[in-house]
């Protein structure tokens, strides 16, 4: 499964990416507003640090908009995949630009449904989100175990990108249900670092060392 890092942050992609723990980036608009910066500006500096597809998603609303927008956005760099929403103008605009030979994330997916027209329509990546539904006590994994079923039933190369990720635990989820990608803010990535019994072992291992005294350098 591939890691994409959620953010807009540079410091924060920088530092996974050099840890190999970065197969791609996905921004949308309200990462572009925390990130305080211009949505080409720093959209063009993570796309010269990090070498997998770096998402950037338009805000217009009306298909000829998007369009421009969307081609617009491909031109900051190669690795540039146009992210649209999930409306019926989104799908529109995916099926054009994926003609061009531009990769497109289609985000905002909350529907079995809604995957199967996105991948109709050519989408690279699709996103359901799944802490947003869980939000709503809906579960996320279950969308995306049905995409994975409706995907392979029919061979549909569009990639499932499962986002809006809360937790360690949804990326372990994930990689078992079999999405193609995981999007996730660094915090979680770094938090499937963590488990009770390393802390604990490391402070038995630890405090055996100095009792002994060892010293390897
Ligand atoms: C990624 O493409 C999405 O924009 C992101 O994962 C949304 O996450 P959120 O629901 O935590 O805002």
Do not use: E, Y
């Given at each position: 499964m591939k890691f994409f890092v959620d953010t807009a942050e540079i410091d924060q992609i920088k530092e996974l990416n050099d840890l190999g723990m970065v197969?791609?980036?996905?921004?949308?608009?309200?990462?572009?507003?925390?990130?305080?910066?211009?949505i080409l500006e720093v959209t063009k500096e993570i796309c010269s640090i990090v070498s997998g597809p770096v998402s950037a998603e338009v805000v217009a609303l009306e298909a000829d908009d998007m369009l421009a927008e969307g081609r617009k956005l491909a031109k900051i760099a190669d690795n540039i995949a146009v992210k649209v929403p999930l409306t019926w103008a989104?799908?529109?605009?995916?099926?054009?630009?994926?003609?061009?030979?531009?990769?497109?994330?289609?985000?905002?997916?909350?529907?079995?449904?809604?995957?199967?027209?996105?991948?109709?329509?050519?989408?690279?990546?699709?996103?359901?989100?799944?802490?947003?539904?869980d939000d709503i006590n809906i579960d996320g994994l279950e969308l995306i175990e049905d995409i994975r079923t409706i995907y392979d039933n029919y061979g549909f190369g569009t990639n499932i990108l499962a986002a809006s990720i809360r937790t360690a635990n949804h990326m372990s989820d994930c990689a078992k249900i079999g999405a193609d990608v995981c999007t996730a803010p660094p915090n979680v990535i770094k938090a499937m670092a963590n488990h009770i019994l390393t802390d604990k072992g490391l402070a038995a291992f630890m405090a055996d060392a100095k009792k002994a005294g060892i010293k390897i350098v």
């Open positions: 197969d791609g980036v996905t921004t949308n608009p309200s990462l572009i507003a925390k990130s305080g910066r211009d989104g799908l529109k605009t995916c099926k054009t630009l994926t003609d061009d030979g531009i990769m497109v994330n289609v985000t905002l997916c909350f529907s079995a449904n809604q995957a199967l027209l996105a991948a109709k329509a050519g989408a690279t990546f699709i996103s359901p989100f799944i802490g947003r539904l």
